[in-house]
């Protein structure tokens, strides 16, 4: 799959897909600090699912209608790297058919898909 993470993602969770032989790109290492807007214009100019834990991408693109090519988005209370690997562990293996053009909520007690119309 191709992702783009989202700079609050970190790079354990950018390394661990690239180990897992995904397309990955970081903003943190590539783009740090430019707006939401043009992180989604470029995920979907790539053709990638964003990995973020920003609500404001919600809002963007469930409130606004905003084009994407699928979202994760991380609502998690433990935010450590090794937590952020196990739930996009549990995601992948139980849902990986359902992440492209989906708006996801990942929380450590459940997934909720909401696919785009």
Same mark, same amino acid.
């Given at each position: 799959?191709?992702? !783009?993470?989202?700079?609050?993602?970190?790079?354990?969770?950018?390394?661990?897909?690239? /180990? !897992?032989?995904?397309?990955?790109?970081?903003?943190?290492?590539? /783009?740090?600090?430019?707006?939401?807007?043009?992180?989604?214009?470029?995920?979907?100019?790539?053709?990638?699912?964003?990995?973020? /834990?920003?609500?404001?991408?919600?809002?963007?693109?469930?409130?606004?209608?905003?084009?994407?090519?699928?979202?994760?988005?991380?609502?998690?209370?433990?935010?450590?790297? *090794?937590?952020?690997?196990?739930?996009?562990?549990?995601?992948?293996?139980?849902?990986?058919?359902?992440?492209?053009?989906?708006?996801?909520?990942? *929380?450590?007690?459940?997934?909720?898909?909401?696919?785009?119309?």
């Amino acid at each position: 799959m191709r992702f !783009l993470l989202d700079e609050c993602v970190g790079p354990v969770v950018a390394r661990w897909l690239q /180990n !897992l032989n995904h397309d990955v790109i970081s903003i943190y290492d590539t /783009n740090r600090g430019i707006a939401d807007q043009q992180v989604l214009q470029k995920a979907v100019r790539e053709k990638r699912i964003l990995i973020t /834990n920003d609500k404001d991408f919600g809002d963007m693109v469930i409130r606004k209608k905003k084009k994407h090519c699928g979202i994760i988005l991380l609502r998690l209370e433990d935010e450590r790297s *090794s937590n952020k690997v196990a739930v996009l562990t549990n995601l992948f293996e139980k849902y990986s058919d359902d992440l492209s053009d989906a708006f996801v909520v990942v *929380s450590e007690s459940g997934v909720r898909i909401i696919k785009n119309k």
